[in-house]
């Protein structure tokens, strides 16, 4: 007994190993392979390990599955059929790195990985909680698609968004950048405490940056020190202090219990000669209110007014009564003063509409708040106080760095930093190839799971900080690699041997995001607008599920224009309800940070695409387009849906299958004239072109309801 006691207490004095995680990635040395496989250096890591799991890659896939795949992976959208004909008849690795080089230079390469990137700013248009009001915040999400399409290196991306305010000669573009910590929920609910509010934001902030940039689970030490890895709470408290010098975002409404959503804002640049417009207006305002003031006053001075008229005129405010007195004795006695009040009115409208639009920022008080670590995580049971200081598990922070936000986020993007870059490419490499190196892309603590290819992610980790933080450099890495053009195909073999594809013996078959799925049907029906930036956009959805119990509730206005069809990233995204069709799709509320959205397989996805106005909608224009775009026969119009639809030919069962019940739909409309006409009048959003038949494109639309309801169509494989 005595011994084992002994050998107890020799290993709890032993010293621990550092956590892989915690320690600096090193460039290791590519394995030596033996082989024409690898493309890459990618392909020499993923080799050797399937090597020693005695697995073999798969085959290169179908040019045309290739080639969807990584439009689907850099852009969100798919091939057109004539880029997949182009293709087709050169499939060449030249060509392809050519399609890969334009694609990276796409502007819808932006707009496609914002959307990943946004569930981790837990970005949204709304408040949250049950008052859930709108607020402008859509200039961060442009800022973000902004940031990818022109090649921002990623450090610099990070300190903008941490700390774009505290910048010497900060841009507006770098205030805006700071929208990323503007993100949180914010609670104006009757009764709300203003503090407990602002303190909760703080904690959203400084979990959110753990989640995001180090890949650790920070939220654990809120209440004691951290049970798994080396995060004690007081230091919680210290990396809090970071950011504990933010104002109050709620204020309250006049004496009551009711508050609304404040905190520092900035007016969005806007063109010269809208500039001009609104000073011009606003002269005429001084001027108008200007005169008002002084008619107010002749008629208050009058020799024998009416005193109650001058004791009103007295007020800043007036009631009802007051107003409906002052309307009567103006009309009668001064007229003149009416007509300028109409002015005013009239000005102040204008110039509403011409004023700048506004978007949330970061700001630092003036006097720095004392941060103190909270007992049991309450922010009514303040104990000791604090300094900001980051871990000391993690890479020192410098002396010549200052302490604060900006200190912070130069520590984040420190080339000693061993959690960023190694975070940061397992999320895209998961993103592209369907899983992480590291499975538990939120927690790269010790009780995550380990990587599947240590030494892989470590040289991507390097690679990535020595090109200059490239975001597009890696991406380009990854889906050039041989690993990455494998086929999908599932044999029984390899689901055998690795059922989970942890070793990438094949290439992933992924059910596509929610916006990317709405995205795809828009591109294949030919409604898609390429439109960027602005406000969020209002696409039809089922009616009241914006119905709103309480003061101030927001209007779901269903947008008849080309927003109607723009794409995902841009739709409104209001955190009580989110837009309907992307619930169904897995996509969160954004109420928090959300780093891997859940893949789910329900009957409502298949309602969803076969029924809601929105698809029903794509379905009729997807139909037009085939009528519209092949005037050859029945096969070549099948063959040109398949390609718009699948990047593929039908094969002789689809072909034979399709154009059988194409013949039949389209005959029995060709004598029921009025049953076509209603499929077709009962959409509302797409209109027919001028000289297709009707019964033709009614039948059409069966078919394109199927292709758009396929399971092969809404996932990338």
């Keep these: 007994m005595v011994m084992v006691w002994a050998a107890v207490a020799a290993i709890n004095a032993a010293p621990t190993a550092q956590h892989w995680a915690y320690q600096k990635p090193q460039r290791p040395a590519l394995p030596h392979i033996d082989s024409n496989w690898p493309r890459n250096a990618i392909d020499q890591f993923v080799l050797a390990k399937l090597r020693a799991k005695k697995l073999q890659p798969s085959p290169e896939a179908r040019p045309g599955q290739l080639l969807r795949r990584v439009h689907l992976d850099l852009i969100g959208l798919p091939p057109s059929p004539a880029v997949l004909e182009a293709f087709l008849k050169n499939p060449s690795a030249k060509a392809y790195e050519k399609i890969v080089d334009r694609l990276l230079k ?3 390469y932006g707009e496609r990985w914002a959307r990943p990137w946004l569930d981790l700013a837990r970005y949204a248009d709304s408040n949250g909680y049950q008052a859930d009001q709108l607020r402008d915040s859509w200039a961060y999400r442009d800022w973000v698609i902004d940031a990818f399409n ?4 990623f450090n610099q991306f990070v300190i903008e968004q941490i ?5 010497p000669k900060a841009t507006a573009a770098q205030r805006i950048a700071t929208g990323f910590h503007r993100t949180p929920t914010c609670n104006v609910e009757a009764g709300v405490h203003p503090e407990e509010n602002r303190f909760n934001q703080v904690v959203d902030r400084v979990n959110t940056t753990g989640t995001v940039f180090l890949g650790t689970t920070l939220e654990c030490a809120q209440c004691h020190d951290h049970k798994y890895d080396p995060i004690a709470m007081k230091e919680y408290y210290s990396l809090f202090a ?9 204020k309250q409404l006049g004496k009551g219990v009711t508050w609304d959503f404040y905190g520092p804002t900035m007016e969005l640049p806007i063109d010269a000669a809208r500039a001009a ?13 200007t005169k008002v003031k002084a008619l107010r006053k002749d008629l208050a001075e009058e020799p024998n007014p009416p005193k109650n008229i001058a004791a009103i005129l007295r007020k800043s405010n007036w009631s009802k009564k007051e107003k409906a007195t002052l309307e009567k004795h103006f009309k009668i006695k001064y007229p003149i003063l009416k007509k300028e009040e109409l002015k005013v009115l009239a000005l102040a409208k204008q110039i509403n509409t011409l004023k700048p639009p506004t978007t949330l920022v970061m700001m630092e008080r003036e006097k720095p708040r004392k941060t103190h670590v909270m007992r049991r995580g309450s922010y009514l049971s303040p104990g000791n106080a604090v300094a900001s200081e980051t871990p000391t598990a993690l890479h020192p922070f410098k002396k010549n760095w200052p302490r604060n936000r900006l200190g912070l986020a130069n520590w984040l993007v420190d080339a000693d930093n061993p959690l960023v870059a190694r975070v940061t490419v397992n999320r895209w490499w998961a993103e592209i190839m369907g899983r992480g190196l590291v499975a538990t892309q939120e927690d790269f ?5 380990p990587p599947t290819h240590p030494k892989l992610l470590d040289w991507l980790a390097v690679e990535f900080m020595e090109r200059d933080w490239s975001m597009k450099h890696i991406h380009k890495l990854i889906v050039m690699s041989a690993t990455y053009r494998q086929s999908s195909r599932v044999t029984p073999a390899l689901l055998a041997a690795d059922a989970a594809n942890k070793f990438y013996a094949r290439a992933a078959r992924l059910r596509m995001s929610a ?20 406000p969020p956009i209002y696409p039809p959805q089922p009616g009241n599920i914006w119905r709103h119990v309480g003061r101030n509730g927001p209007k779901f206005n269903v ?3 080309e927003n109607r069809f723009r794409r995902g990233v841009y739709v409104v995204w209001r955190r009580g309800a989110p837009y309907a069709s992307f619930v169904n799709f897995d996509a969160p509320d954004r109420g928090t940070c959300v780093v891997q959205r859940p893949r789910t397989n329900t009957p409502l996805q298949a309602l969803t695409l076969m029924n809601d106005e929105a698809y029903v909608e794509m379905a009729l224009a997807f139909a037009g387009r085939v009528l519209a775009e092949t005037k050859a026969g029945p096969e070549a119009k099948i063959e040109f849906a398949f390609k718009a639809a699948l990047s593929r030919s039908p094969r002789p069962a689809e072909l034979k299958f399709v154009k059988s019940l194409l013949l039949k739909r389209h005959a029995y409309f060709e004598k029921n004239t009025k049953a076509a006409t209603e499929i077709i009048g009962n959409v509302k959003g797409w209109k027919a072109p001028k000289g297709l038949d009707t019964g033709e494109l009614a039948a059409w639309f069966f078919i394109a309801n199927i292709l758009l309801n396929l399971d092969e169509t809404i996932t990338k494989q």
């Design 559 to 561: 947008a008849t224009d």
């Design 106 to 108: 796409n502007p819808q």
């Design 150 to 153: 022109k090649g921002m290196p």
């Design 515 to 534: 916006e990317m799925v709405r995205d795809n049907a828009l591109a294949i029906s030919g409604l898609l607008s390429t439109k960027m930036h602005g």
């Design 242 to 250: 970071f950011f504990n010098n933010t104002p109050l975002e709620v």
């Design 445 to 449: 603590g010790k009780q995550s799971k």
């Design 277 to 289: 417009k609104l000073k011009k207006l606003n002269a005429q305002m001084d001027a108008a209110q």
């Design 163 to 167: 700390a774009g305010d505290l910048l």
